[in-house]
Every structure is written in structure tokens, then in C-alpha cells.
């Protein structure tokens, strides 16, 4: 269990574990929340496909990049950079992927203290029928409460914590090889379901029908670029950390291509399933990040055996959070852990404690300092689009340089792990000219275009 330069190291048990726990990283409230509000607002089917051609284009071959650094490199998300690239800088993108993580995660708790308010809002009977003033009324309220969502957060945190304590095998490894397969077939559940509703075909049809005007719409681009960076969790480091406790013989294209496929498909029934409910009970798809908080109990409430469903729609949330959740603290802890020389418990305490204040200032956005807003974003959605349209797509691209263009070719293509010469030089040449390219191009677009 120890490596060549003495540090011990946790590894993943199997190589299947390792796949599940990328999954667990990847499907999350992205794919539900995000992806439902953000493809809403952006016109549906356009935005899928753009989205579906990113993530094929950039976004697994970038996870593939992104993994064939972390098992190379052996360690956490700045040391695997010092390991390949001693004495230079490229350990920054390292650092920048700590701060992102720890960005991530502090809004990303807030939601899912929601998610797990919710949750318990359906077990105990709460939301089965309309609260006084209706869902929107009440999750105003809910929000901008200034102490109760705190201890959701607090609760959600805590439970992240106590789970990546335990390290690797013992913590993450177990935690998923529960969710995963639970979350597989409640998705499956929710989508046939969704499927028997009234609205199906006008709901598949805002999902599966391009508006092809809205092809030249700038920010439909930048929109579904950072949604995949987000959705496949590449750019901040957390995949590299997971692959970087790897066994040598563990290889990395076929798991690559099973987590981006597995994490689109997750986003693609939850689309089905959310938008047939919309289109069922005539809601406009574009209600922004509330979507999934305000409009889906009150469908929930006019379906035959509603409340079931939304014990099983909040318990899935609620997994699917924790097991990302899970990927956005290892990051920085593994990072702490190894610089501070703390031990794991006490870096994963004081990384979770310094991400819970954070978090506080995202939380209390919605209430007591809803005031501190720039250009109608308040606190959280600040976070989100720093990390989501900023940190995630510059680190991707940073990450393609350094294997694209820093790295030796031979050494790209043997980290890369891909043994067919065709698909080697179709991904060494996504990785050096693709990547940039686009992104390049979507980031001039979208300062000139949309400022
Ligand atoms: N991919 C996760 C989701 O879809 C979010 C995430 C982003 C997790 C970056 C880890 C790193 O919800
Ligand atoms: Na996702």
C-alpha cells in the first residue's frame, strides 16, 4: 500500500469501484437540477444538441486527459502536476482546482440541504398536499429563512464528512457501491413513469425537436459548454484525485467512455422525465434554478400516487448529491492532507468546516443578504458561474495544453493509456487543436458577443 516515495496510499479496490465512485462524481444535481434549468432557459433541444456534441467531442475525451494526469502522477490534484512538470508552473492548475472544488461544494451543500429538506418535507407528509400560498410561496420562504437551511447544509456536509473520513476503499469506495446501483434503478423508475404521463410527446418533443434558429445564439454555446464541464465534473481536478488512486494494471479508456456515457444517459432520462411532467401540467420550462423545488411538487401533488414519487424523485436527488458530493471534498482534502501533514480526519474536518462558512454566504443569499447581487446573480448563482463558465472550462483547457503540448507525444499517448493507433491520434489531436480551438473561440465569442 505504499508508494515508491513512502507516502502511504489508499487505493480503490477494484477497478469496477473506481468506475462507480467516477459515477457517483459525474451524475449529481447536475444533471437533474442544473441540467433541467439550464436547458430549459436555453431553448431544449438545441441546447441538447450542442450539449450531447460537446460532451463527445470535448468533454470525454478531456476526462480521459484529465484521468491520464492523476494516474500518472500518483498524487493529489497539485502534486500529480509537481510529479510530471517539476519546476514549472503547471502545479497551478492544480491550485486553481482545489479552489474550485472548494467553491463548488459550498453552494453545492446549500442545494442539497434543500434536497434533503425536501426529502424529509415528503416522508413526513408535509408537501404531499399544497402548503398555504403554494410551492413557490413556500420555498421563498424556506430559502430565505436565515437558520433552518443552514442545518440541512450542516447536515448534508456532515455526513459528506464522516463518509470521506474514512478514506478511499473504506469511505468513498463503499458509499458508492450502495448509491450507484439504488440511484440506476430509481432514475429508471422515474422515467418510465414519466413517460406514462399525458404530456410525454409535447415534453419529448421540447427535448428531441431543434429550434434551429437558436444555432446562432452565442450564449446557447457557452451555456452547454460549462453544463458538460459541470456535469462531467472535469476541469477542477476531483476526476484526477480519483484516478490517481489507480492500481498500474486499472486501465483507463473503457472506464473513461462508461462514465461520460453513463453520466449523459443519467441527464438525458432526467430531461425526459422532468420535461414530460412539465409539459403534463402546463408549467413553462424556462423557471430558472427553481424548477426542480417548485414546479415538480406540484405536479407531484396532482399525480395518482404523487407523493411515492416524490419520496423516490428526493431520495434520488439526494444520492446523487452525496455521491458527488463525496468527489468535491476528497479534492482538497487529499490535497491538505498531504502539504499540512495533517492526518485524514482532521484535513477532512477542517476542509468541511471551511467549506460549510462559505457555504453560509451562499445560503444566506437568498434571505438576509439577498441585497448582495451583481447583474441579478445573487451569492450561489455567483459561485455557480465562476466555477461552472470560468474555472472548469479554463482548467480543462490548461490540463489540454500540458498533455497536448508539454508532455511528449509518446508520453501523452502512453499515459493516455489507449492502445489502438487510430484512436491515439484521433484523441491526440481532439486534446491539441480541438479543445483550443473551440474553447478559445466560444470564450472570445462570449465576452465580444455577450457583454
Ligand atoms: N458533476 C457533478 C454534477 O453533475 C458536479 C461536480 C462538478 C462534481 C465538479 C465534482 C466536480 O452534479
Ligand atoms: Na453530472
Not at 69 to 87: C, E, W, Y
Not at 195 to 217: C, I, N, R, V
Amino acid at each position: 500500500m505504499s508508494s515508491s516515495d513512502g507516502i502511504s496510499h489508499d487505493q480503490w479496490k477494484t477497478r469496477f469501484g473506481f468506475m462507480l465512485a467516477a459515477m457517483g462524481s459525474a451524475v449529481g444535481l447536475g444533471n437533474i437540477w442544473r441540467f433541467s434549468y439550464v436547458a430549459g432557459e436555453s431553448g431544449g433541444a438545441t441546447f441538447l444538441l450542442i450539449y450531447l456534441f460537446f460532451v463527445l467531442i470535448i468533454g470525454i475525451p478531456l476526462l480521459l486527459t484529465e484521468f491520464s494526469i492523476g494516474k500518472a502522477g500518483q498524487m493529489d490534484a497539485v502534486g500529480s502536476f509537481k510529479r510530471l512538470a517539476p519546476n514549472t508552473k503547471w502545479h497551478l492548475t492544480g491550485v486553481m482546482g482545489v479552489i474550485g472544488g472548494v467553491l463548488i461544494l459550498s453552494f453545492y451543500s446549500v442545494v442539497s440541504g434543500w434536497t434533503l429538506f425536501y426529502l424529509y418535507q415528503y416522508v413526513t407528509g408535509a408537501y404531499w398536499t399544497e402548503p398555504d400560498g403554494g410551492f413557490g410561496a413556500a420555498f421563498e420562504a424556506w430559502t430565505s429563512n436565515p437558520v433552518a437551511p443552514l442545518f440541512w447544509q450542516a447536515l448534508f456536509l456532515g455526513l459528506t464528512i464522516l463518509i470521506v473520513m474514512r478514506g478511499i476503499k473504506k469511505g468513498i469506495e463503499r458509499a458508492n457501491n450502495v448509491l450507484m446501483p439504488l440511484l440506476a434503478v430509481l432514475l429508471i423508475f422515474m422515467a418510465v413513469y414519466g413517460l406514462t404521463l399525458d404530456g410525454a410527446s409535447e415534453g419529448l418533443s421540447f427535448l428531441f425537436t431543434p429550434d434551429w434558429s437558436m444555432l446562432t445564439e452565442p450564449s446557447v454555446y457557452f451555456m452547454a459548454l460549462g453544463q458538460a464541464f459541470f456535469s462531467l465534473s472535469i476541469g477542477i481536478c476531483g476526476m484526477l484525485t480519483y484516478s490517481s488512486y489507480l492500481k498500474a494494471k486499472d486501465r483507463l479508456p473503457a472506464a473513461t467512455v462508461g462514465i461520460g456515457l453513463m453520466d449523459t444517459v443519467f441527464a438525458l432520462i432526467a430531461g425526459v422525465m422532468i420535461f414530460t411532467a412539465v409539459f403534463s401540467f402546463g408549467v413553462e420550462p424556462d423557471s430558472g434554478p427553481p424548477l426542480v423545488f417548485i414546479i415538480l411538487p406540484s405536479i407531484f401533488e396532482s399525480m395518482p400516487i404523487g407523493h411515492i414519487v416524490g419520496i423516490i424523485f428526493f431520495v434520488l436527488l439526494t444520492m446523487a448529491a452525496f455521491s458527488s458530493a463525496l468527489s468535491l471534498l476528497e479534492l482538497p482534502v487529499a490535497y491538505v492532507h498531504r502539504t499540512l501533514g495533517l492526518t485524514r480526519k482532521r484535513a477532512t474536518l477542517i476542509m468541511g468546516s471551511i467549506i460549510f462558512v462559505l457555504g453560509v454566504t451562499a445560503s444566506l443569499g437568498f434571505g438576509v443578504w439577498s441585497h448582495i447581487q451583481i447583474g441579478g446573480n445573487n451569492i450561489l448563482d455567483m459561485m455557480d458561474n465562476i466555477t461552472a463558465n470560468v474555472i472548469l472550462p479554463l482548467g480543462g483547457l490548461l490540463m489540454a495544453i500540458f498533455v497536448g503540448w508539454y508532455l511528449s507525444r509518446d508520453q501523452a499517448i502512453k499515459n493516455s493509456e489507449i492502445e489502438s493507433p487510430v484512436l491515439q491520434k484521433i484523441w491526440l489531436t481532439i486534446v491539441r487543436f480541438v479543445v483550443p480551438v473551440v474553447m478559445v473561440t466560444i470564450l472570445i465569442i462570449s465576452i465580444f458577443g455577450l457583454a
